[in-house]
């Protein structure tokens, strides 16, 4: 991880507290992990990501959709406008 065991655990508290059962998600910089509680693939109804790499997100089992992409070379998300309820990015905003 790029954050400590305490920064993961209060993380996925928020995203408990904050993100309502039944949401569409879009997490943008992701990887293989999502930092989302263990219970949102049931619980949501769609998390979907982007990330630089392909490789990653495959092993990413929270999500249920990815599109590999380099936003810092093309910054359009390949997803329609107001697709999603919530969208996250944590611990890469300093790679854009």
Avoid at 44 to 69: C, H, P, V, W, Y
Avoid at 73 to 85: A, Q
């Amino acid at each position: 991880y790029h954050i400590d065991e305490p920064a993961v655990a209060s993380l996925t508290q928020y995203y408990r507290n904050n993100i309502q059962a039944g949401s569409d998600i879009l997490d943008i910089c992701s990887s293989w992990v999502s930092h989302y509680p263990l219970e949102f693939p049931k619980t949501m109804n769609r998390i979907s990501a982007t990330g630089i790499s392909g490789l990653e997100l495959k092993f990413n089992d929270q999500l249920n959709d990815f599109q590999a992409k380099n936003l810092n070379t093309d910054p359009k998300l390949p997803y329609p406008d107001n697709s999603f309820d919530a969208v996250t990015c944590v611990v890469s905003i300093d790679y854009l």
